[in-house]
Every structure is written in C-alpha cells, then in structure tokens.
C-alpha cells in the first residue's frame, strides 16, 4: 500500500493507555503516523510514553493528561482521526461527553472496545495481536469506515497470502455483532481445549511438556493445523520457571512450570471486565439460535469465579474428583481425542455464524460470511485454518445466505467423520469424573440438531396438557415437517 493512508490522517489519537491501548501506539507509530495518547488516568500515559522511550529511538507520540489539549493536537491533521480502547459501557460515552464540544463535521471515531452491538465500528483481539496486526471487523456508516479502510488493512493482520484480515462489515452496529459472536465463539474453544487439556494432565496423568508436545504436533497438521489457541497452549505448557522470571518477577523457581502457578477461577465476568461472551449468549437466546458449545464454556468459566464459593460446596458434595485412567492403546486415544477437540471447534463456529446470519437477517445488515471468515484467518483469538479454508469458498460463492452451516455438504460431512471419536471422549471423560461441558454439549448439539425422533416430543405433549399450546401430528401432510409455528391441534388430557 502507498504511504497514501498515513498522508491522509498524519496523526492518530489513542483514548486508553492500558495494555492494549499502548500497544496499538506503538503499531501505528511504527507505521509512520503521529501518536496523541490520552488516559483518564494520567499515569498510565506516563508509564506508556516512558515505554515508549525505551523502545523507538525516534519517538513520534506524545502522551497529554487534559483531554481538550489531546483534541487539540489532532488539528494539525485534515482531519481528526481517534481509536477508542477503553471498557465498554460507559468509560466511551463518558469520553464522547468531554470531547463533543472539540469535534467538527467529518471527524472519525473508532470504537476498539469490546461495546454492545448497538454501536459504530469495532476491530480487534488480544492485547498483543494489537501491537502485531489484530483481525477487525468495522461496521458503521460505509463513507466512514472506507475513509480509515486503507489505514486499517495497513495496522491489520495479514494472513499467509499477505491479505488484510480487514473488512467492511455492514451499517450501524454491526461491527460491533460480529465481534461479539467471536468472543462467543471464543468460548467454546476455550472451553474445549482446557477440558483437553484436563484430560491429557489429570486423566492420562500425562506432564505439562508432554502435554505442550501434544498440542504442538496437533497444531501442525491435521484438522487443528494453525490454530491459534493450541499453538499457544503448547507454549504454555512447555515454559518452565526461571530463577529469575520474567519482567514482573512472575514465573520464578527452580523448578516446575508456569502454568503450575495459575489458579483454575476465570474472573472476568465476575468483575465485569468482560462482556461481549455473555452477550452473546443472550443474543443467541433472543434469536433462538442454538449456541449451547459457547454458552457451556460461559457457565463453566462463571462457575470457577467464585472459588471460595466451590471450595465449600465441594466439602459438601464430596463429588469425585478427575481420577487417573487406566487405557491400553493412549496413542489412539489421544489422537480421538484431537478429533473431538475439532468436532467441538467446528461446532462452536459454526452456532457462531449462524447467529451473525440470523442477526444480519433480522437488522438488514446484509453481513457477508466469506468476509467474517476471512478476517477470521489471522490475528484474532480463533483462528483456525481448516474450517476457514473449507467455509470461505462456500461463502464466496453462494449468492444465497446460509442460516444452518450443518447443510453444508463439507461441514455435515466432517461432523458424521468425527461424532464417533466426539462421543467417546466424552464417555471416557464422564466415566473419569472429568470436566467436558463444552465437549458434551457439542456431542448434544450434533445429536439434536441432526435428531429425528427427539425426546420432545414428550415436552410437546406437557406443555399442550398444562397450557393448551397445541401441536402437530408426525405424519401429515403440512403438519410434519411444516414451519416453526403454533400447532393445529390441541388435545383434553384431563377436563377443566
């Protein structure tokens, strides 16, 4: 790309300085833009330009502590260009407050944060993807958001062909959506791969490096080929303490691993510091899309929170804990259980497309998914290679939106390959007391979505005994399979 993008805007205000604020000024000073760096808290832009020093020799970004002045040295500029990276909720409206006085006609903001969908634009990953390229997803008003395109596809992550893992995604919030159903999906992975993992260490009493080297050949080849969460589970599990440890004096000892010193609670959600994974969940319930791999990895992330609380709930119960597995042929076990791993992914992004597609639906944005998985190819938190190499084309080529990814001939097709392996890991894991939510629920999902003679049949039946719902009979010509509606007849179980 031409040095047109940063002529165009010249400099880039950041509002945030925390991890991935700082991070996001140093890419793009590193690209060539002047960087105004503004915080609520004047010594996180102390400390950011004092990194700042350490690491360019020639420094172009400059850290205000009076929002106005920080407004103000974006004037130099055609226009005023500003990437939020703050919390979401009302951290940004509270910024949009002080600075509306200072805004003119064709200023643009983007919004970086994780907000609600009800939103402007919206990209990003990790904190450290902020620094090296991130995937984003930019929704709002099109003449906006290709005014900052060029300048973005420059900051963004490239996958291996050099592409841009940024795209136009549709009007209003958008975005934001997309975003949102990432870090749902985000979820299921998690989930999914921590019960894996859970099984290899508890169950197979397997150690971390032996662990790590399992995740690092899965990663390798394969269905988990170039996936970005178990390339840097093998990481994890494989890094030793030092004496020394590493620049916050974290990871020090003779002996043992990192990961040995990390608690089993997830927080985020508790001190609200999170919120676009539980987000989804309701959205997924508001549009009664079946999202139960994601929605699983939530709960099971919210119930480890409180750990005072299941510390004495444990002392109650006196459930078993994982117990040591006793398996004669381990190495075709482990490999079913990279199998069930992918089935899990596959599943997980797949509730999350269908979503967006429904979403898209309903507001009218019109999202294209070729382009959500394209984006979804690099710098973001799920990447996965396989299921992005065989949904992209599809995609691509279809002019007719797709609602249920299981009528996809290649995403049926690998979900029939993989059930049997998906089931039995989740036998052997519940008859070892093991912890496999999202693994069950994915085993569940393919099971019902796919079933023919489901159980609810019955539920019908109660419901239409206690509150007259009405049903349909199997059978009958415009009754079965018909639509998604009220049935035609209602039975007297018991006169009123």
């Known amino acids: 790309m031409s040095e047109d993008a940063i002529q165009k805007f010249r400099r880039i205000g950041i509002v945030g300085a925390g991890n991935m604020g700082t991070e996001m000024a140093m890419a793009f000073s590193e690209m060539g833009l002047d960087v105004s760096l503004w915080d609520v808290n004047s010594r996180n832009v102390d400390e950011a330009i004092e990194m700042s020093k350490s690491i360019h020799k020639k420094r172009n970004w400059e850290g205000f502590h009076d929002v106005h002045d920080f407004v103000k040295s974006l004037e130099s500029a055609p226009r005023k260009l500003f990437m939020f990276s703050i919390t979401h909720g009302s951290p940004a409206d509270s910024v949009l407050e002080k600075i509306k006085d200072d805004l003119a006609e064709g200023d643009i903001i983007i919004d970086g944060g994780n907000e609600h969908f009800i939103a402007i634009l919206n990209g990003g990953s990790g904190y450290q993807a902020a620094r090296r390229g991130p995937s984003m997803t930019p929704g709002g008003e099109r003449k906006a958001v290709e005014e900052v395109l060029p300048l973005l596809e420059r900051y963004a992550a490239k996958d291996s062909n050099g592409n841009p893992c940024v795209g136009y995604i549709g009007p209003k919030g958008s975005g934001h959506y997309v975003k949102m159903v990432h870090n749902g999906i985000e979820n299921g992975f998690l989930s999914t791969l921590c019960e894996a993992w859970s099984i290899l260490r508890k169950s197979l009493d397997l150690s971390n490096d032996e662990v790590g080297k399992i995740f690092e050949r899965w990663n390798s080849e394969g269905e988990l080929k170039d996936t970005y969460l178990v390339q840097i589970g093998s990481e994890i599990c494989q890094r030793k303490k030092t004496p020394e440890g ?63 609380q299941r510390l004495r709930a444990a002392h109650k119960m006196q459930i078993p804990q994982p ?107 519940v008859e070892w007391h093991a912890y496999v939510p999202s693994l069950s629920a994915s085993l569940e999902y393919i099971k019902y979505t796919g079933g023919t003679m489901l159980a609810t049949q019955f539920m019908e039946a109660e419901m239409d005994f206690f509150g007259a719902h009405n049903f349909d009979r199997p059978g009958v010509p415009g009754e079965d399979p018909g639509k998604a509606k009220k049935g035609s007849h209602h039975y007297e179980w018991r006169p009123a």
Not at 255 to 277: A, F, I, P, R, W
Request: with cysteine.
């Open 246 to 308: 590493d620049a916050n004096h974290e990871g020090r000892g003779q002996g043992g691993y990192v990961l040995d010193d990390v608690l089993d609670k997830v927080v985020q959600d508790d001190d609200d510091s999170e919120g676009t994974l539980f987000w989804s969940i309701a959205e997924a319930a508001d549009r009664h899309v079946s999202f139960p791999t994601n929605a699983a990895g939530q709960f099971f992330r919210v119930a480890s929170g409180d750990r005072d």
């Open 323 to 429: 117990a040591k597995a006793q398996i004669q042929h381990k190495d075709t076990f482990i490999e079913n259980l990279r199998r069930a791993v992918f089935a899990s992914f596959l599943c997980a992004y797949c509730q999350g497309l269908e979503l967006i597609a429904r979403a898209s639906k309903d507001e009218g944005w019109d999202v294209n998914l070729g382009t959500v998985v394209r984006i979804w190819r690099a710098g973001c938190i799920i990447k996965e290679e396989y299921i992005v190499d065989m949904l992209q084309p599809i995609f691509t080529s279809t002019t007719e939106p797709i609602t249920n990814m299981k009528l996809i001939d290649e995403v049926s097709a690998e979900l029939h390959k993989h059930y049997q392996a998906l089931q039995e890991i989740v036998l052997r894991g």
